[in-house]
């Protein structure tokens, strides 16, 4: 029962994130959308920074680990970029409000846990990385610069939610097709 309530804090907490940011939102917001008194929140979290890292170490611990076993995969590299996208679009479908928080208050991690997420962040877009410079070594994508490549991939993925989120009648598998062929293939 304790980490269903604790479940429940993070979804209704990443909601406010969303919607206020980070900085704008109190226990005192939080406890108020769950209608129970701030002091009953502290019998499940200790603090704000709390939620914070529950909310982004895990998303980001995902993206980390997902990235990891595709990078290690034997597919070929459109294989490979087709299921980075899936895992982007995958996590937006699942709760849009976790990857707000995700893009928009990471900076708000403090001490160890921001080395940390930065640290995964910046092991993710090196393989990432790897993906499209094996890639184009292959002949298996274009010979583009792989930093543009990796820019508007990443820059369109990340921000996906803030698309989503206004548009959530699109069909899920309707947009992992769509956008996989947009992102690869392009539209002309």
Known sequence: MKQDRKSEIVHIAAQLFKEKGYSAVTVRDIAQAMDIKAASLYNHIKSKQEILVLIIIAIAEEFTQNMSQIVNSQENTIQKLEKIIQLHIDITLRDDNLLACLNNDWMHLENENLHYFLKMREDYEQNFRKIVKTGIANQE?????????????????????????????INGKVLKSNMIQVLLTGIV
Do not use: Q
């Open 141 to 169: 994508i274009k010979n583009l610069n792989p930093e543009v490549i990796i820019f508007s991939m990443l820059s369109t993925l990340r921000t996906l939610y803030l698309w989503y989120g206004k548009k959530k009648t």
